[in-house]
């Protein structure tokens, strides 16, 4: 069964050009890593310093210990860790965005 995550972040002030252009292409081995790690899509959008990402998985928590010391991601992760105000501590413990309503999809 396939989780959907949402997730919420902040840039650093003057960082918006650099977090567009960086996201613009995703290293091969990046893309690798997250699907290895059972990352179905993952789709960000951002409004000024805010970003929104939805995250469709296999296992939110595994995908994260997975890719904490992954080789792909761990430089990734410095990187962002540059352009966001705060750092990920990839631990696999968070849960996201609570979800609080959706519309049913059949009545």
């Keep these: 069964m396939t989780e959907t995550i949402a997730l919420h972040t902040r840039l650093r002030v003057g960082a918006e050009a650099e977090y567009d252009r960086v996201h613009a292409v995703i290293p091969t081995e990046l ?15 951002r409004d000024g310093r805010e970003l929104f990402h939805v995250v469709e998985v296999d296992d939110y928590r595994a ?13 990734w992760q410095t990187r962002m860790a540059d352009l966001l105000e705060v750092e990920d501590d990839y631990s696999g413990e968070d849960r996201g965005i609570p979800l609080v309503w959706a519309l049913p999809l059949n009545r």
């Excluded at 893309?31 to 990352?39: C, N, Q, T």
Aim: no cysteine; charged share 30%.
């Design 31 to 45: 893309d690798g890593a997250l699907r290895e790690a059972g990352v179905r899509s993952w789709r960000i959008w």
């Design 63 to 75: 995908m994260r210990r997975h890719l904490a010391e992954h080789p792909a991601n761990v430089p």
